[in-house]
């Protein structure tokens, strides 16, 4: 999954009517691909759950293992991916959180890939409730144990950094900066910061107390590293969405670019802080790690909608809108085709702009019926595109759909029956680009197909989709 | 209920010798600080200071500043200072201290740093002996059988931001 912020909340809101959750999908990349991944996104599990033999650990060994043994000319190396913690990991300030939280994920994926273990998330140490470092980090020979450690297994770090009381206290700030350090003006050697509460007692002290590679920054040398920061990462998640409390609305926070790491193929990946405050709705789930084991907030749409706004990022810059169909219905079996006329150069801007301009379909106004058995597929310059066109067809360029499973995102409750307006947008921009590289491209008109598509063993014969507003947008991605 | 007091003892350093609210306290005796913007320094022999809190500026949401100034670590003892709240300054008992966070040090043992605490949680633990209560910086070696002799670490006194 490639995470990719090409269009933003402010742009749903303003082009697009209201924000509809599956839209958030969008951002990374196409709805449909991602509704599996999302519903069966992997959960992070407290290794304390976990017996010694439990695939979840031997996936971890046998990575750790491959990690070990790759050339260090490979970026997923492990001491390569150590060096990227040396060489970049912000500590005393705001970004401390979302870029252990992007580190964790690609490592994860590289776990996975290494392992030959798709089902592999990365499990979590959680030091308020089991003390010690777990038992499956110790033993000559495994590749869990780092013998550098100042500490034995019978050792426990102390109730005032992870205790349950002080971990609670952390958790009930509802101040972001307090709870996650402070602002600076760079990741490194920038001016202001500051240690948040998470940062500076059980981050901090589990690091200094453990010793050894964990107590510098070659830390992630160490694989309780990791599970000890996915903790950290579970907590935010439990202060965040669990439990309500906001990010940081500033923009410089959202709009920093983690270059520094590889996905699970060792291509090197950007992805931004505002990325990263969705991985935990799309890429992966926790088993509970709050101390008082609370059940997840209940989010209603509305407050959904409010609550991501208030933590949403927003730099998209729209340059040109086309207006393609106004108050228009379809109807499953029935496409919807439009065109859009694009000025020759609108076109090949947005194709030779290396994703600084993007092509965007905006869904305005959206009526959704009390009853929809269907999603949305977007297909480009395809007119005989229909619900059984594959996903992999080229022209494909993705899709959207009502989010009304609440299975899909646990902790979220989709409230009331009545019809709602909804806003997507698509991003056209890499469809247009393959097509155009593949000499696909018909000239700068571009036609766009809207299909309704059943989903499986779903009766949605009749069934209707009235839209207030299409349109076509060019818009400068910052 | 006694309130944290002061005394003035050296230039621009308040401390009062902590009157013990039991002969069986500690040898470690806490000193109790005021809110001047001046700083402490805490070693083994002298591990914990106390500073009274103004009330008013919890309610209303003010954030805590500690600053580690200095690290004089001559034997590179890992440590802390825990940050914590006791209900008065006569409460000794270890078990009446409401843990508000820490000052971690990590990577370096000599790194300094500005932290921020949010009061109101443990405040609200200590309920109707809110308004009494003071803060107490700890200084704590994480690994107690190194030695830490000669550590000397640097705080500035409490802050207050809104």
């Not at chain 1, 790759?70 to 001491?79: Q, V, Y």
């Not at chain 1, 979302?98 to 499990?123: Q, T, V």
């Not at chain 2, 002298?46 to 670590?73: C, H, M, T, W």
């Not at chain 2, 001559?74 to 200072?81: E, I, L, S």
Request: proline residues 8%.
């Amino acid at each position: 999954m490639t995470f990719d912020n090409s269009f933003t909340r402010r742009e749903f809101l303003k082009g697009a009517g209201a924000l509809g959750a599956v839209s958030m999908t969008m951002w990374l990349g196409g709805c449909e691909a991602c509704q599996e991944q999302i519903a069966h996104r992997p959960t992070r599990r407290n290794i304390a759950n976990l017996a010694a033999n439990d695939p979840i650990i031997t996936a971890y060994q046998n990575a750790v293992t491959a990690m070990k043994a790759l050339p260090s000319t490979d970026p997923r190396n492990w001491t390569k991916q150590a060096q990227i913690h040396f060489d970049h990991c912000p500590h005393g300030n705001w970004w401390f959180l979302p870029w252990h939280r992007a580190y964790l994920s690609y490592f994860e994926r590289i776990c996975r890939k290494l392992a030959g273990y798709n089902d592999f998330a990365l499990p979590y140490w959680n030091w308020t409730t089991s003390p010690s470092i777990p038992a499956v980090f110790w033993g000559n020979g495994n590749p869990l144990f780092d013998n550098t450690r100042g500490v034995g297994p019978s050792d426990q770090a102390d109730p005032a950094w992870v205790g349950t009381t002080v971990i609670q206290n952390i958790l009930s700030t509802g101040n972001f900066n307090i709870f996650a350090s402070s602002p600076s003006s760079a990741p490194r050697g920038g001016t202001g910061g500051g240690y948040g509460e998470l940062e500076a007692t059980p981050h901090n002290n589990i690091h200094s107390w453990i010793g050894g590679d964990m107590g510098a920054f070659m830390s992630p040398l160490d694989p309780v590293f990791w599970c000890h920061h996915n903790v950290l990462d579970c907590l935010w998640v439990e202060w965040n969405i669990n439990r309500g409390n906001p990010n940081t609305n500033d923009q410089n926070w959202y709009d920093l670019h983690m270059t520094e790491f590889v996905d699970e193929n060792g291509q090197p990946v950007d992805v931004t802080v505002a990325a990263t405050v969705l991985m935990p709705l799309f890429s992966y789930q926790f088993e509970p790690c709050g101390p008082a084991q609370e059940a997840p907030k209940k989010w209603q749409r509305a407050q959904l909608e409010a609550f991501l706004k208030s933590g949403a990022p927003v730099r998209l810059d729209v340059t040109q809108r086309m207006e393609l169909k106004r108050a228009v219905t379809t109807e499953v079996g029935k496409p919807l085709a439009s065109m859009a006329q694009l000025p020759a150069d609108s076109l090949k801007t947005v194709l030779e702009s290396q994703g600084k301009t993007a092509a965007l379909l905006t869904i305005n106004g959206a009526q959704v019926p009390q009853k929809t058995d269907f999603y949305v597929r977007v297909f480009t310059d395809k007119a005989d595109a229909s619900a059984d066109t594959p996903i992999s067809d080229p022209h494909y360029a993705g899709s959207f759909g009502f989010f009304q499973d609440a299975k899909a995102m646990p902790g979220m409750e989709v409230m009331g029956s009545e019809a709602k307006q909804l806003g997507f947008v698509v991003d056209l921009t890499p469809t247009l680009k393959r097509l155009s590289d593949a000499g696909g491209m018909q000239g700068p008109a571009v036609n766009i197909t809207l299909v309704l598509v059943p989903y499986e063993k779903r009766q949605a014969a009749g069934q209707t989709l009235t839209i207030e507003k299409l349109e076509f947008a060019i818009a400068n991605v910052k | 209920m006694t309130r944290c007091s002061v005394q003035l003892v050296a230039p621009l350093i308040f401390v009062v010798v902590f009157v013990c609210g039991s002969p069986s306290a500690s040898p470690l005796k806490p000193r109790v600080q005021s809110e001047t913007p001046s700083q402490t320094t805490l070693t083994q022999q002298s591990p914990e200071a106390v500073f009274p809190l103004d009330y008013a500026r919890i309610k209303r949401g003010d954030v805590l500043l500690l600053q580690l100034v200095a690290v004089d670590n001559p034997q590179h003892a890992t440590f802390t200072v825990n940050v914590m709240l006791v209900p008065s300054a006569t409460v000794i008992d270890s078990s009446q201290r409401v843990p508000v966070g820490s000052m971690g040090v990590y990577p370096d043992q000599e790194n300094h740093g500005l932290y921020t605490f949010d009061l109101a949680p443990a405040i609200r633990q200590l309920k109707g002996q809110a308004r009494d209560a003071c803060l107490v910086i700890q200084l704590k070696p994480l690994h107690p059988s190194s030695g830490w002799n000669r550590l000397r670490v640097t705080v500035t006194n409490p802050q207050w931001k809104q």
